[in-house]
């Protein structure tokens, strides 16, 4: 596509349920990015992908978050059991290789999830 | 880890006039972008700059790094109601890949 899509655009949920949220990078683009941004905040960067691997998860908050990527393209973000904190605006990015220094992440517009 | 502080947090100005928002790091920057993001949208692009006392422009926006490289502002010209929404500065940590971002400056633009 010519952008990066995700979906859905809203999400409601109730306090230990479980949600995915889904990101369709730019088509070609091998990196794919999370990030969550929270009220008032810049944001927190989550987990990247470089192909169908994750290259650096550190930024997930406990092990109630997952991403995958199975394909290399399509990449699903999963919350187990959650929880009223984390509701936030998630975001996606792409990249066309993540090898290079300074190469320029083109975003999603964000899935807005509340948790009640 | 790498801090990116931006000034000010917000910001009212009137149609046509100009701006300045300035965005500081705790650390020498290896890549800063700056991005403008709009409620119910995401990040778009806006520039990027590398290496120190670089300047670009793009229509009425100029983005500047200083020569240590600790520093950026972003200057807009004649302000236009277009240009109202949160601009929000990023830094490549240490070369690639996942960006730290500063928590945002709200400009609004009143005609």
């Known amino acids: 596509g010519a952008g990066v899509s995700q979906t859905p655009s809203n999400k409601v949920t109730e306090k230990g349920k479980y949600v995915e949220l889904r990101c369709d990078p730019i088509?070609?683009?091998?990196?794919l990015y999370w990030y969550r941004q929270s009220l008032g905040q810049g944001p927190e960067f989550l987990i990247y992908?470089?192909?169908?691997?994750?290259?650096?998860d550190s930024g997930l908050p406990n092990d109630r978050f997952f991403a995958v990527r199975p394909e290399g393209s399509v990449s699903t973000l999963k919350i187990q059991r959650t929880e009223r904190g984390d509701s936030a605006v998630y975001l996606c990015?792409?990249?066309?290789?993540?090898?290079?220094?300074?190469?320029?992440?083109?975003f999603g517009p964000g899935t807005r999830l509340l948790v009640l | 880890s790498q801090e990116l502080e931006q000034s000010p947090q917000s910001l009212i100005v009137q149609e046509g006039k100009n701006l300045t928002i300035n965005c500081t790091s705790s650390?020498?920057?290896?890549?800063l972008y700056w991005y403008k993001q709009k409620y119910g949208e995401g990040l778009i692009f806006l520039m990027m700059?590398?290496?120190?006392?670089e300047e670009k422009s793009h229509e009425k926006i100029t983005a500047k790094l200083d020569e240590k490289k600790q520093q950026s502002s972003l200057h807009i010209t004649a302000s236009q109601p277009s240009h109202a929404g949160i601009y929000l500065c990023?830094?490549?940590?240490?070369?690639?890949?996942?960006?730290?971002f500063g928590k945002g400056t709200r400009l609004s633009v009143i005609a």
């Open positions: 990015a792409s990249s066309l290789m993540g090898r290079e220094r300074w190469e320029t992440q083109y």
């Open positions: 088509s070609g683009h091998t990196a």
């Open positions: 992908f470089q192909g169908t691997g994750a290259a650096d």
């Open positions: 650390k020498t920057l290896y890549g």
């Open positions: 700059l590398q290496k120190g006392g």
């Open positions: 990023g830094a490549d940590k240490s070369g690639n890949t996942p960006l730290v």
